[in-house]
């Protein structure tokens, strides 16, 4: 009952939030960073490293860059831009 009560008392954005973490959780968000703006990164850059290197690793094994590309939906120069950064 007292969970229904909060989320009543919240809108938007948090409400979203809450509703997919838990209230609990979604309390202890606020007590941490109320008041701060919070950037959520999108989950493709949570990964990117870990894509990058299996990038490096199949290029290593000779894999073409263009079924490299196409199996990472990428195109043939942000593999090699890719290839470019990262270290053997």
Known sequence: MEDERI???LSGDFKVFALLVG?????????????????VPKLSSVFRE??????RAS???GE????IAMRHG???RRVYDIL???TK
């Open 64 to 67: 073409p860059v263009r079924k």
């Open 23 to 39: 209230i609990e959780a979604a309390l202890k968000t606020v007590s941490a960073f109320g008041g701060c703006s919070l950037s």
């Open 74 to 76: 990428l195109s043939c």
């Open 7 to 9: 989320l009543s008392r």
């Open 50 to 55: 870990d894509r990058d290197r299996q990038i």
């Open 84 to 86: 470019k950064r990262s």
């Open 59 to 61: 290029y290593d094994q």
